[in-house]
C-alpha cells in the first residue's frame, strides 16, 4: 500500500472544504420530504429561494423523463402534479450534476460519463423498486443512484497515478478494482463517497447506498434491501455499457442481493433489456 496516498487521502477527509460542495437546499429539501407532517408551500418556498435552481428544475419538470403531460411553470404547480417525492429527486439531478459531470481522468472518464452512468443507475434503481414491491423507497434509491460513485470524483487523481498497480491487483488477487482500491491506496471509492455524502448532510439510508454499493451484504440490516436494489442497477448499467471506464467489467454482481428481491433470471434479464428505452427517455437530462 502506498502510505503518502493513504495519507493525503486522510488529509482530503479531514479538510472536508477538500471535498465536493452542494448547495444547503439540497439537504433540505431531502430531510424535508421525509418528514411526514412537512407543508407543500414549505418545500415550495425554499426552492423558489434559489432563481437559477428552480428555472433548472421546471425545466425539468417538463422533460420527457419526468413530465406527467401537463405543462409546469411553477413549483407549487410540480409539487401537486409530480408529487414532493419526485420534486426532491429533480432538486437533486439539478444540483449534483455540475459536481458529477466532469471529466474523470484515473476512471478514464470522458465528460458526462460519470453523470449519464448516475443517471442510469438512477432510473434503473427506481424501476426496480417499483417492480419489486418497495415503491415507498423508489424515491430514495433514485437519489442514492444519482449520487452512488461521487467518490470517484475525488479519488480519480490517486486512481490515475496506482492505476498499473490496481490493474496488477486485480489480476493477482482475483478482486474486484474496487477491493483492488483499499489494497493500493488504503481507500476505496465507497468510503469517499460516504464521507462526501456526510458533508452534504445526506440522511443515513444515502450514505449507505454510497458506502455499500459494491458489497450490498455488508451494509446495515435495515439499508440492505435498498442497497442491493442500486447495486444491482449498477451492476446491470455497467453490463449494458453505460459508465465503463479503467474499472472496466471488474465488478461482480451479488447473489444474496438477487436473492433478497426475489429476482428471477427473465426479470434480470428484462431490465437490462430495458436499459436502452430508459437512456431514450433521459435524453433531455443528460
Ligand atoms: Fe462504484
Ligand atoms: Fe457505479
Given at each position: 500500500m502506498h502510505e503518502h496516498i493513504q495519507q493525503r487521502i486522510q488529509s482530503i477527509i479531514q479538510n472536508v472544504e477538500q471535498l465536493p460542495s452542494l448547495p444547503d437546499v439540497v439537504s433540505k429539501i431531502i430531510n424535508m420530504v421525509n418528514d411526514?407532517?412537512?407543508s407543500f408551500k414549505h418545500v415550495a418556498d425554499e426552492i423558489a429561494k434559489d432563481q437559477a435552481i428552480t428555472a433548472n428544475i421546471l425545466k425539468l419538470c417538463n422533460s420527457a423523463y419526468f413530465s406527467k403531460g401537463k405543462e409546469i411553470s411553477s413549483i407549487d404547480r410540480a409539487i401537486v402534479i409530480l408529487g414532493l417525492k419526485e420534486v426532491k429527486d429533480i432538486v437533486v439531478i439539478a444540483t449534483t450534476k455540475s459536481v458529477l459531470n466532469k471529466v474523470i481522468v484515473g476512471y478514464d472518464l470522458a465528460r458526462g460519463e460519470l453523470w449519464k452512468h448516475g443517471v442510469a443507475v438512477a432510473m434503473l434503481a427506481k424501476k426496480i423498486a417499483t417492480e419489486c414491491n418497495q415503491k415507498a423507497i423508489a424515491d430514495i434509491a433514485f437519489t442514492g443512484g444519482i449520487i452512488h460513485d461521487v467518490g470517484k470524483t475525488v479519488l480519480a487523481l490517486f486512481v490515475q497515478s496506482t492505476f498499473k498497480e490496481i490493474l496488477n491487483t486485480v489480476t493477482e488477487k482475483s478482486i474486484t478494482f474496487q477491493e483492488a482500491e483499499k489494497v493500493v491506496m488504503g481507500f476505496d471509492h465507497q468510503q469517499i463517497g460516504e464521507q462526501v455524502a456526510i458533508k452534504w448532510k445526506f440522511p443515513k439510508v444515502l450514505q449507505s447506498i454510497v458506502r455499500y454499493h459494491?458489497?450490498?451484504?455488508?451494509?446495515p440490516d435495515d439499508h440492505k434491501m435498498i442497497v442491493s436494489i442500486v447495486h444491482i442497477a449498477n451492476t446491470l448499467c455497467l453490463m449494458a455499457?453505460?459508465?465503463?471506464?479503467?474499472?472496466?467489467?471488474?465488478h461482480e454482481l451479488n447473489y444474496d442481493a438477487i436473492k433478497l428481491l426475489s429476482l428471477k433470471d427473465s426479470e434480470l434479464e428484462k431490465l437490462f433489456a430495458d436499459i436502452p428505452e430508459l437512456m431514450m427517455k433521459a435524453k433531455d437530462i443528460l
Open positions: 411526514p407532517d412537512v459494491h458489497e450490498p451484504m455488508n451494509a455499457g453505460i459508465g465503463i471506464g479503467s474499472d472496466g467489467l471488474y
